[in-house]
C-alpha cells in the first residue's frame, strides 16, 4: 500500500484502487484462471493437475497461472538448460519441459522419487520425458557433486527452486554460481502464506509448519534484497515468486 494513496488522492480515485495485490481477492484470482490459463492449459498438463488434485498434499503444485507466466518467460529466454528443486508430482517440471526445445535438458531432484513417478505417464505422453534427468536424493548434497564439475559452473539457463524454504539460502548460495550470467533463477513461495506480514494478519493464525519456516523466507527476503550479484523481481503471483536475474 506504501506511496499508492497519494496518486489515487490526487486523481480522485475510489479507494478500492488501493488494493494493488491481485492475492487479497480469490474472485480475481479465479477470473484469471478461468479466463486465460485454463483455455490455454497444455492437455498434459491439465490432466497432471487433475491427478495431483487427488492427493491430499495438492496444494504444493504450482499454480497454473505461474506456469504459464513461467513458460513464456523460457521461450523468451530461449532456455535450453534448466535445473529444479523440489519436483513433487511434476506440475512445474512437465511446464518447463514443455517449454524447451527438443534437445532441452533439465535437472530436477527430489528426495520423492514415487511422487515423480505419478507424473511420469504425462511426460512420456507429451513427448518430453527424454528432456528429464531425475536425481533423487537431498538437493544439498546433489548440488554440491554437480557444483565439483566445472561444467556445470554457469552453466544453467533457469533454475526454479521450490523445496524445503529453510534452505533457500543454501540454495542460493549453489545455484547462483551454476546459472549463467543473465540467467534467471525462480525462488517459489517468497510471500509464504501472507505470513511475512503475519503482525499485519493478526486476524488470520498460520500453521506451525508456515511460521516454522517464516523467519527463514524473511532473512531469505531481505537478503536478496541486498545481493549485488542478481537484479530481483519480487513477483505477488501465486504465493509469491521472486525471479533473480544473474549480473555478474
Ligand atoms: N514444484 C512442484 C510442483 O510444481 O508440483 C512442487 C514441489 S513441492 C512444493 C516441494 C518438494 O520438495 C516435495 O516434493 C519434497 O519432496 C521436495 N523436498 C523437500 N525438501 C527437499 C530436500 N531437502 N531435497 C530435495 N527435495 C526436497
Ligand atoms: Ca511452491
Not at 499485519?200 to 516454522?212: G, L, S, T, V
Not at 532473512?219 to 544473474?246: K, M, Q, W
Request: hydrophobic share 40%.
Amino acid at each position: 500500500m506504501a506511496g499508492s494513496s497519494e496518486g489515487v488522492e490526487d486523481k480522485g480515485l475510489p479507494p478500492i484502487l488501493e488494493q494493488r495485490c491481485i492475492l487479497q481477492s480469490e474472485a480475481l484470482s479465479q477470473y484469471i484462471l478461468e479466463t486465460s490459463v485454463y483455455p490455454r492449459e497444455p492437455e498434459a498438463l491439465k490432466e497432471l493437475r487433475q491427478l495431483t488434485a487427488t492427493d491430499l498434499r495438492n496444494a504444493m503444485a504450482t499454480g497454473p497461472d505461474e506456469m504459464q507466466f513461467l513458460s513464456m518467460l523460457l521461450k523468451l529466454m530461449n532456455a535450453k538448460k534448466t535445473l529444479e528443486i523440489g519436483v513433487f508430482t511434476g506440475y512445474s517440471l512437465l511446464a518447463t519441459a514443455l517449454s524447451l526445445p527438443h534437445d532441452g535438458e533439465i535437472i530436477a531432484i527430489d528426495t520423492n522419487r514415487k511422487n515423480f513417478e505419478l507424473g511420469l505417464p504425462f511426460f512420456e505422453k507429451a513427448g518430453v520425458a527424454h528432456k528429464v534427468d531425475f536425481r533423487q536424493g537431498l538437493a544439498l548434497p546433489i548440488l554440491d557433486e554437480l557444483m565439483k564439475e566445472e561444467k556445470y559452473k554457469g552453466w544453467f539457463d533457469f533454475v526454479f527452486v521450490d523445496a524445503d524454504k529453510s534452505n533457500y539460502m543454501n540454495y542460493h548460495a549453489r545455484v547462483v554460481e551454476m546459472v549463467r550470467v543473465g540467467g534467471v533463477i525462480g525462488y517459489d513461495n517468497t510471500l509464504w502464506n501472507g505470513s511475512v506480514v503475519a503482525e499485519a494478519m493478526a486476524e488470520r493464525p498460520f500453521p506451525w509448519y508456515i511460521m516454522d519456516s517464516r523467519d527463514a523466507i524473511l532473512e531469505f527476503n531481505a537478503y536478496l534484497a541486498a545481493d549485488p550479484r542478481v537484479e530481483i523481481c519480487h513477483l505477488s503471483i501465486s504465493d509469491g515468486l521472486t525471479l533473480c536475474r544473474r549480473l555478474s
